[in-house]
């Protein structure tokens, strides 16, 4: 079964706007979830945190006030809202809990912003 499905991504002018969407599986019902990103040739980095038990959601210092973390339990989906996106936001979207398991990462979305 798979617990990760991600969408929503593609190509965007810079100053545009995204949402990205995570189908989530149930194992992952009691776990904070995440989005992270892999630009090209980097590595994988956290950018935002949505807390299970309430909070304010984190996020990284390159995304704060540009993205926002959203979720809803009922409908097994996390989403990312993606404003004002910048060339430096490219990268492969994955979503997965927070820390995530390994075992279960999606196939991720493409985002690609242009100049």
């Known amino acids: 079964q798979v617990q990760l499905v991600e969408s929503g991504g593609g190509l965007v002018q810079a100053g545009g706007s995204l949402r990205l969407s995570c189908e989530v599986g149930?194992?992952?019902?009691?776990?904070?979830m995440g989005w992270y990103r892999q630009p090209p040739g980097k590595p994988r980095d956290l950018v935002a945190t949505h807390l299970r038990g309430g909070g304010e959601p984190h996020y990284a210092d390159s995304v704060k006030g540009r993205f926002t973390i959203s979720r809803v339990i009922s409908e097994n989906m996390v989403y990312l809202q993606m404003n004002d996106l910048k060339p430096e936001d490219t990268a492969d979207y994955y979503c997965n809990s927070v820390p995530p398991l390994d075992a279960y990462w999606g196939q991720g979305t493409q985002v690609t912003v242009s100049s």
């Open positions: 149930t194992i992952f019902y009691n776990r904070a």
